[in-house]
């Protein structure tokens, strides 16, 4: 029986969280980009939940690891710069559909949404420990400043949140990947 890990399980905490928002990010895409979008929403939630299902039972074999880890100073530390961060990308959020309803370019939003997003995984990397959320914040952030530029339909594109969805797909896959095999255990990492 293999070792549990809480890196591993961490990893697939992020995995889980990866693989919802991502596939949100792909349902919009296919609901602004197709006139029968049935079929590809289907495709997208079976994909979307087989992720889930994967980084779920990950977690689930290295969970009591996560569970010894769960309440050492650093983590409840972690614990609440994460929370911190996320409500500042929510506020960031709202302002940012402020603005740019009230500048008449609603537009934007999705750009902005995208790089704020992306914005936030950069303080979580050092929470984590993680260089897999630094990639995918610059990612993200590098997409949103890009996609307008030679997109069809500028930043109102619907290959916004095709590119964001599969960004969160593929660090969710990587996240999956990466801590599949046994490894030391100095600090759990989503």
Not at 136 to 146: F, K, S, T, Y
Not at 169 to 180: G, P
Request: hydrophobic share 55%; aromatic share 12%.
């Amino acid at each position: 029986m293999e070792k549990q890990s809480a890196s591993r399980a961490g990893a697939a905490i992020g995995a889980m969280i990866f693989s919802v928002f991502g596939s949100g990010w792909l349902l919009a895409w296919a609901i602004r980009s197709f006139a029968q979008a049935a079929l590809m929403c289907a495709l997208i939630g079976g994909l979307g939940l087989a992720l889930f299902i994967a980084a779920f039972r990950q977690y689930r074999r290295n969970r009591e690891a996560h569970a010894a880890v769960v309440e050492t100073p650093e983590s409840k530390k972690g614990k609440r710069i994460f929370n911190i961060v996320n409500i500042a990308q929510g506020v960031a959020i709202f302002l940012a559909v402020n603005i740019v309803n009230n500048i008449g370019h609603p537009e934007w939003f999705v750009p902005a949404f995208i790089f704020i997003v992306g914005a936030h995984f950069i303080p979580l990397a050092k929470v984590f420990h993680s260089w897999r959320h630094t990639v995918i914040g610059v990612a993200m952030m590098v997409w949103a400043l890009a996609y307008p530029q030679f997109a069809q339909s500028g930043a109102a594109d619907p290959v916004g949140c095709l590119g964001a969805g599969l960004i969160l797909w593929a660090s969710a896959l990587s996240a999956l990947l990466l801590h599949s095999s046994a490894q030391p255990d100095a600090v759990p990492g989503q």
